[in-house]
T-cell receptor
Framework: GAVVSQHPSWVICKSGTSVKIECRSLDFQATTMFWYRQFPKQSLMLMATSNEGSKATYEQGVEKDKFLINHASLTLSTLTVTSAHPEDSSFYIC?????????????FGPGTRLTVL | GENVEQHPSTLSVQEGDSAVIKCTYSDSASNYFPWYKQELGKRPQLIIDIRSNVGEKKDQRIAVTLNKTAKHFSLHITETQPEDSAVYFCAARSWGTGANNLFFGTGTRLTVIP
């Protein structure tokens, strides 16, 4: 299957700082990427849909000014957690939608574990 | 919007036995149903998917069935092995339409006992 990378794989930061997470589709172009948040032993919670060249669509309850999403190219989307607080500590996973070959399959990145002290 | 329910939340089977995980969905417009396997601390991996124009799909020890009338679909794993132990998520989406995102079930933690 297609490959999606995510960087960094883990990050520890101080409360009040900002953290940027990158999501890349390595062997296909992704006009649409998704950002999820996953708490321990829980399902994937969609935070926002990132569309190349346009504003992201946020799910209800997700603060767009806190979780800044930029999808500047067909292979890169970034999520910036601004003014991070301990409650933002979580596992953040991106995914990219592969529409090539008429497959329309969604592939996930390896995730980023964020710990806010 | 779509609502996907998944059962059971935990499942333990003896090695070699079969495991079945069931999901229901609410939106009749959903026509794409993937299954993901997630090992601890790792990314969800697509293991099989089915589209609404078929009722069953099989890939070696894994099979998925879909009943569109009843709005439910199931994952079947035969001859289970310890490496099948993981959390499995079902999902649903309207494929090929303006809707983009997958709606996930709550997950099933499968434990295969050697």
């Amino acid at each position: 299957g297609a490959v999606v990378s995510q960087h960094p794989s883990w990050v520890i930061c101080k409360s009040g700082t900002s953290v940027k997470i990158e999501c890349r589709s390595l062997d296909f172009q992704a006009t649409t990427m998704f950002w999820y948040r996953q708490f321990p032993k829980q399902s994937l919670m969609l935070m926002a849909t990132s569309n190349e060249g346009s504003k992201a669509t946020y799910e209800q309850g997700v603060e767009k000014d806190k979780f800044l999403i930029n999808h500047a190219s067909l292979t890169l989307s970034t999520l910036t957690v601004t003014s991070a607080h301990p409650e933002d500590s979580s596992f953040y996973i991106c995914s990219a939608r592969d529409l090539e070959g008429n497959t329309d399959t969604q592939y996930f990145g390896p995730g980023t574990r964020l710990t806010v002290l | 919007g779509e609502n996907v329910e998944q059962h059971p939340s935990t499942l333990s089977v003896q090695e070699g036995d079969s495991a079945v995980i069931k999901c229901t969905y609410s939106d009749s417009a959903s026509n794409y149903f993937p299954w993901y396997k997630q090992e601890l601390g790792k990314r969800p991996q697509l293991i099989i998917d089915i589209r609404s124009n078929v009722g069953e799909k099989k890939d070696q020890r894994i099979a998925v069935t879909l009943n569109k009338t009843a709005k439910h679909f199931s994952l079947h794993i035969t001859e289970t092995q310890p490496e099948d132990s993981a959390v499995y998520f079902c999902a649903a989406r309207s494929w090929g339409t303006g809707a983009n995102n997958l709606f996930f079930g709550t997950g099933t933690r499968l434990t295969v006992i050697p």
